[in-house]
C-alpha cells in the first residue's frame, strides 16, 4: 500500500475539488436587529439541469488513523455539500481526474466547524469523520437519473498522519 499524508484543509488546496465553507474574517452584512452576521453564498451548488436540491442527513461511522482508502466516487451530475453537524474536524480524500479514472489521492483534515462542497465530477473519499458523532447535514442532487461512479483502486492506499 502507498501512504498518503493528510494536509490542513485550505481553499488554494483544495480549489480545484470545491469550495470551503467556513465563515469569513467578517459577514457580509448582519441581520436580525444586528445579533446576526451573515456569511453569504460561499458555495457554487450545481443540480444538473434535470436535478434539484435536496437535504438529507448522515450518520457516518468514525473511523480511524491510519485509513484504508479502498474505493473514490464521483457524482457526475450535481455538486454534494457536507455540513458538519458538531465542532469535530473530518477527512475529506480527493482525486484529479485522469482520463476518466482517478490520479493519486489528496488527503486533507478540515478545521473545526468547515464543511466542503464537492464540484460535479470530482473523484472523492466517502464521508470519513474522525470522531463520534459522525454527522452531517448534505445538500445534493435529487433526481432519477444515475448520478454515482464508483472507483475500486488495485493497490489501497494508507492515509496517515498529518503534515502539521
Known amino acids: 500500500m502507498s501512504d498518503i499524508l493528510i ?10 475539488f470545491g ?10 452584512k448582519l441581520i436580525n436587529q444586528g445579533l ?4 453569504h ?3 457554487a451548488l450545481d ?6 436540491a ?9 473511523r480511524s488513523l ?6 473514490v466516487e464521483r457524482h457526475p451530475e450535481g455538486s454534494q455539500a457536507f455540513l458538519p453537524m458538531t465542532q469535530n474536524p473530518f477527512l475529506v480524500i480527493v482525486a ?25 465530477n470530482v473523484w472523492h473519499g466517502v464521508l470519513t469523520p474522525l470522531f463520534a458523532p459522525g454527522l452531517f447535514a448534505v445538500v445534493d442532487r435529487i433526481g432519477n437519473s444515475a448520478n454515482l461512479e464508483e472507483y475500486w483502486f488495485e493497490h489501497p492506499f494508507t492515509v496517515s498522519g498529518d503534515t502539521t
Open 41 to 43: 453564498d460561499l458555495a
Open 54 to 62: 435536496g437535504i438529507s442527513l448522515f450518520d457516518a461511522t468514525p
Open 36 to 39: 446576526c452576521g451573515r456569511h
Open 19 to 28: 469550495d470551503i465553507i467556513t465563515l469569513k474574517d467578517s459577514p457580509d
Open 96 to 120: 484529479l481526474d485522469e482520463d476518466g479514472t482517478p490520479g493519486r489521492p489528496l488527503a486533507f483534515r478540515t478545521a473545526p466547524g468547515q464543511g466542503i462542497n464537492l464540484h460535479p
Open 7 to 16: 494536509h490542513p484543509l485550505t481553499q488554494d488546496a483544495f480549489a480545484a
Open 47 to 52: 443540480f444538473g439541469p434535470d436535478g434539484s
Open 66 to 71: 491510519p485509513y484504508r482508502l479502498e474505493l
